[in-house]
């Protein structure tokens, strides 16, 4: 990338997805695309591009525009886990594993990556793996709320649930301002699972 604020727009707009805050994404990408344009920067005008066809849900059309800023920037960890989560939205499994780690190679520490394994390994049912992912997630950012989250699920799947108690506080101690409701579910979640610790040791 060849301008340091793209790369804040791109964590700009990974967050408002997560949190389905979908006219604060269509903003930043306007604005990526605006300086992309100005910078001449045709990877990242293509990478902005791809955004707006996932926010529109037009996701084939943003698959085959990664694809292209992947020509650009081979190290790209960002359009491949774009790449990826696009596929596994159209329904396509096979090789995404192998897709985000390509991008893990090329990127290692790009923290969103290893949460989107982890997430995706965690649906697959993987969760000991999960968990790892999760872990290298939160090694690059400690404050990341919703691999808290995440890593609280793999820990209840396992039937840990002291530890998957904490990963929701840690989850809502962190969880921005701008949440998309999210609070109010993860203070259901801290509630059920206090409410389950406390008849276990009523047991």
Known sequence: MNHPYFTKLRRLIDGAITFHDLDRASHYISEGLRLAGE?????????????????????????????????????????????????????????????????????????????????????????????????KALALEPERAVTWENMADAYEAQGRFPEALEAYRKALQFLPEIDGGIREQLESEIERLRSHEKTKGQA
Do not use: S
């Not at 020509?71 to 596994?88: E, I, R, S, T």
């Open 39 to 135: 910078e001449e920067c045709p990877g990242e005008v293509l990478y902005f591009r791809a955004q707006a066809a996932i926010v529109e849900g037009r996701l084939p059309e943003a698959v085959a525009l990664l694809q292209r800023a992947l020509a650009f920037n081979a190290h790209d960890g960002a359009a491949y886990n774009d790449m990826a989560l696009c596929l596994v939205e159209m329904g396509r499994l096979e090789g995404i594993l192998e897709i985000f780690d390509q991008g893990i190679a090329v990127e290692a520490d790009y923290a969103t990556i290893h949460h989107n394994k982890g997430w995706l390994l965690n649906k697959l049912g993987r969760t000991t793996e999960a968990i790892l992912c999760f872990e």
